[in-house]
């Protein structure tokens, strides 16, 4: 297979936060379409989930490199329903789902990293992370859960984590899904409207969503701190599902691709073999 | 809801080995359909993985239940392309799916339940086992890993420990994928036939394929010994993968209808709430 160019205007290069960006949330477009039609997106998205099946299957027989794909986004933001539509094209034994909450007694008595790096895929794995180790300047930047001083040094920290990762074989892939404010209220409102969605809303909701312009300043900083060439950030428009969907789906491709993967050859004397 | 009855024609009454079972492999139909028609079967698999999708939500909303899933058969029987189905109708962030292989000496330096323990799912979880606990009277029997006294008690050791596990709101489902002697055998030839397929297959396969007769024998006593009334063995004939899907995927659906998994009600005060 020849090397796959990057296309210009892929969403993989269209959404690409640069190192050292200066991103201002308040300004993105979180309903942008880049010209994509949502009656095409159906016939689109199976395309690229076809892809993504045909690659995962044989970055799983290859066994060579390991895929960790980092989804971070306010609540609402659409991390769950992402994760369900990417891992459904794969193979599930192949794709394991970590998802981090609240730490627990033992996992605050060690370094932030510790349960993160507990979870970091295996080489032929695409390992998702739903939420990670960037609560730890988020949540926990919002709330003061440590003191600037603590927080501000992770960034640097984080670099390095994840430079250590890359040059270890695993491939990183950070997706921060953006919706805006008004979204976010209409998003919640069906959460307590539909008796089969209401279990996911809390209270406690409301009180993060009041905390608005703390979260968009976090998630700047974020973004400039810790996009880097080896572990780049994408901000993908996140209002529309369709397009998060199709924008998610064409960057883990195109990812994919450029490792390209292959079936490992047969152990010797197999081929031919006859089985009796 | 009201409780579902136990269908008798269903396959959950048809394939459950009964506690002390005599089993006999060497006359089990593996190629049985129980009057069942492939022409309705990708319309019948439709249907029930839509049922499975719908209980599965429930099951992780209420996080009152862990279902165990074990999935066991030899080379080739078809543990991973059922997982691969049965998976796919959920949730993958709900689904773990943990591979058994050659213990690691780590894991050899425990007891041989410690890494399975800590892959047993969480409440709320659907926990798939490819391969399991069951190896350690399986393989370790037919190659004499350890002397007959030591992985003979083992049968009780696993009934003691699926009793707790089911004491403490853990769901267990044992499936046992049959296949006869000569589909594995094309099976086998098939992996070596296909280019994208012979990299699962290893000249060793052929020496585990040798000791066929070992392996059912320790097959039919581990059916015998750890079918139990809460955690039951299905002894599902394989050598049709859509007959295979679909007595899995019903079986599994009916074994979470009985669990009435339900949607949880909402926190206080979040019904009516007014989203600003």
């Known amino acids: 297979m020849a090397p796959k160019k990057v296309d210009r205007n892929g969403f993989q290069a269209l959404l690409r936060v640069k190192p050292g960006a200066k991103v201002d949330l308040a300004r993105f477009d979180c309903g942008a379409t880049f010209g994509r039609e949502k009656d095409a997106a159906t016939d689109d998205l199976a395309k690229v989930l076809a892809r993504l099946a045909d690659l995962q299957e044989r970055l799983w027989a290859e066994a060579a490199h390991a895929v960790l794909v980092v989804v ?45 790096h507990q979870r970091v895929p295996a080489k032929g794995e695409i390992g998702i992370f739903n939420r990670s180790h960037y609560e730890d300047v988020l949540i926990v930047r919002v709330h003061g859960l440590v003191p600037e001083k603590r927080w501000r040094r992770r960034y640097e920290h984080i670099r390095s984590f994840e430079k250590m990762l890359t040059d270890e074989g695993v491939t990183i892939v950070k997706l921060f899904l953006a919706i805006d404010r008004d979204e976010q209220r209409a998003r919640f409102q ?12 809390n209270p406690g909701d409301l009180a993060e969503r009041a905390r608005w312009d703390d979260y968009r300043a976090a998630f700047e ?45 047969a152990a010797p004397g197999v081929e031919g073999t006859r089985v009796e």
Do not use: C
Request: hydrophobic share 40%; charged share 25%.
């Open 221 to 265: 900083e974020m973004l400039d701190e810790t996009s880097t060439a080896y572990a780049p950030w994408y901000l993908v428009p996140a209002n529309r599902n369709w397009l998060r969907n199709l924008a998610v789906g064409e960057i883990l491709a195109d990812t994919l691709d450029a490792l390209k993967p292959a079936y490992p050859p």
């Open 190 to 201: 069906e959460r307590v409207d539909d008796p089969t969605k209401r279990w996911k809303f």
């Open 72 to 116: 971070q986004g306010i609540d609402a933001a659409g991390k769950d329903g992402t994760i369900r539509v990417i891992a459904g094209a794969f193979n599930p034994q192949g794709t394991p789902v970590a998802s981090f909450k609240a730490p627990t007694p033992l996992e605050l008595a060690h370094d932030y990293l510790w349960r993160v």
